[in-house]
């Protein structure tokens, strides 16, 4: 839960950057936000997202793919959701998945210039 509420007809610009370490694979094994086939995949909401993508969601609508950098129109406001893509048999497991993406928001509320 980014603490951030959207409202129907604003254009939000999320960018990320960083590395998070997808240790079923070994200490060595690292991804970036854009995630990657290698570490398996998740789905959710009728989609397919690399190990390590980082997704976004927006209130109870449905996920979609942020990666480094998505820009998109709200079509229904809530609160902004983000999570990492982690296979099921890995993600309720007893691993961890240590580093971090730091990501930039940038909202452009609806009839604001």
Known sequence: DAKLRVEAGDK???TATGKITMTPWGSRSTV?????????????DGQNYAGGTLVGKV??????KVGSSHTFTVDKAGTLQFAVAVHQSYGR?????????????????????
């Open 93 to 113: 497991g007893d691993y961890s998945f240590p580093g971090q993406y730091e990501l930039k928001v940038r909202v452009v509320r609806a009839g604001a210039h």
């Open 59 to 64: 209130g109870s609508g449905k996920s979609f």
């Open 32 to 44: 970036g936000p854009d995630g990657n086939q290698r570490y398996g995949s998740m789905s959710l």
């Open 12 to 14: 939000v610009t999320v």
